[in-house]
């Protein structure tokens, strides 16, 4: 279990858990205990689930890299990276916190109707690392500073889309795109970069969530789906995902993960370098499983943690 707080305007922390799939709780997908060391847990291999399989590949990026005995990640959803940086020096760090997740960095989209909504963090427009929250030098001061103070920093990542069908214009950076070709100058990306050939709805979009195909190869509410089966377009994500490596943070939170094929996930992540702190990234998948769906969280666990969304249900009702 892994506590996470959120924090409102007001700067009040009001705690929310989340749970996510991990070896220490995966008892309920196993048959034997006998060789497979999992977090010092041993599975015989011939009595091993393929979710178990999948659970000891995906091991190596279940360590948030907490310092001592820090365990408390807070999400830091929109603020500015010198309001982290501040945070991380008078709360966070000498209150024993782990870390941070903070909004995307990279270049979205800016939406004016509604006027800059949250959401337009979700559309990227390129891997540039200009936002509403500060530039890169702002986010590589933030990270230092909060590292000082024993902080580690977890970026949500977009990797499944980029902006939402339609339209041209500059992003938040000044890169221009143009949504209806397809063209994305800043990464760059093109129209034969994009599933748009491998989705067979009527406009693209998806309407069938018992559907699995359709729900990876098609657009998720009218964002532009990338073809992350292309060595190409992983390596310019892998590319992003390492620059982050680089500036210091500790790990990924992956947006829309259900939304990509696995197998595509495992690849990005094994391409992705260890963390200045040692040891493989920190990540944790966006995979929305309430059971009996054509896309099941334990589909992902060779590239992460996964959110378990069931958690908070399953606490709701307890308390009926």
């Known amino acids: 279990m892994t506590l996470v707080a959120d924090v409102n305007i007001g700067g009040i922390l009001t705690y929310i858990m989340y749970m996510y799939l991990t070896a220490s709780s995966f008892h309920v997908l196993r048959r034997e205990t006998k060789l497979l060391n999992i977090g010092g847990v041993h599975v015989s291999v011939s009595d091993a689930s393929p979710e178990?399989?999948?659970?000891?590949?995906?091991?190596a990026?279940?360590?948030?890299?907490c310092a001592g005995s820090r365990h408390g990640i807070v999400h830091l959803?929109?603020?500015?990276w010198s309001d982290i940086a501040a945070e991380c020096e008078r709360f966070l760090g000498p209150y024993g916190f782990c870390g941070v997740q903070t909004s995307p960095a990279s270049e979205n989209r800016m939406v004016t109707s509604p006027d800059?909504?949250?959401?337009?963090?979700?559309?990227?427009?390129?891997?540039?690392?200009?936002?509403?929250?500060?530039?890169?030098?702002?986010?590589?001061?933030m990270v230092s500073r909060c590292a000082a103070q024993g902080v580690?920093?977890?970026v949500d990542v977009v990797l499944n889309?980029?902006?939402?069908?339609?339209?041209?214009?500059?992003?938040?950076?000044g890169t221009y795109f143009d949504a209806d070709s397809l063209q994305f100058p800043g990464v760059p990306y093109g129209p034969t970069d994009f599933n748009s050939d491998k989705c067979f709805t009527g406009?693209?979009?998806?309407?069938?969530?018992?559907?699995?195909?359709?729900?990876?190869?098609?657009?998720?509410?009218?964002?532009?789906?990338?073809?992350?089966?292309?060595?190409?377009?992983?390596?310019?994500?892998?590319?992003?995902?390492?620059?982050?490596?680089?500036?210091?943070?500790?790990?990924?939170?992956?947006?829309?993960?259900?939304?990509?094929?696995?197998?595509?996930?495992?690849v990005i992540m094994g391409k992705v370098k260890d963390v200045q702190l040692g040891g493989r990234p920190f990540v944790v998948q966006e995979v929305i499983d309430m059971g009996n769906e054509a896309v099941a969280g334990t589909e992902y666990l060779s590239s992460g943690?996964?959110?378990?969304?069931?958690?908070?249900?399953e606490l709701a009702r307890v308390f009926r």
Request: net charge positive; proline share 3%; aromatic share 12%.
């Open 116 to 141: 800059r909504p949250w959401w337009e963090r979700y559309q990227p427009v390129s891997y540039k690392m200009t936002t509403r929250s500060g530039s890169e030098q702002d986010f590589r001061d």
């Open 203 to 266: 406009d693209g979009s998806i309407h069938n969530y018992n559907n699995a195909e359709e729900i990876r190869n098609c657009n998720l509410v009218s964002l532009l789906d990338l073809k992350l089966a292309k060595s190409y377009v992983r390596d310019k994500v892998t590319q992003y995902l390492n620059h982050l490596v680089d500036l210091g943070v500790a790990g990924f939170r992956v947006d829309a993960a259900k939304h990509m094929w696995p197998g595509d996930l495992t």
């Open 305 to 313: 943690r996964i959110t378990n969304f069931k958690f908070g249900a």
């Open 152 to 154: 580690r920093i977890y």
């Open 161 to 173: 889309h980029m902006t939402g069908s339609g339209g041209k214009g500059t992003g938040t950076a």
């Open 77 to 80: 959803f929109e603020w500015k």
């Open 61 to 65: 990026y279940k360590d948030p890299h």
């Open 52 to 59: 178990i399989l999948d659970l000891q590949k995906g091991y």
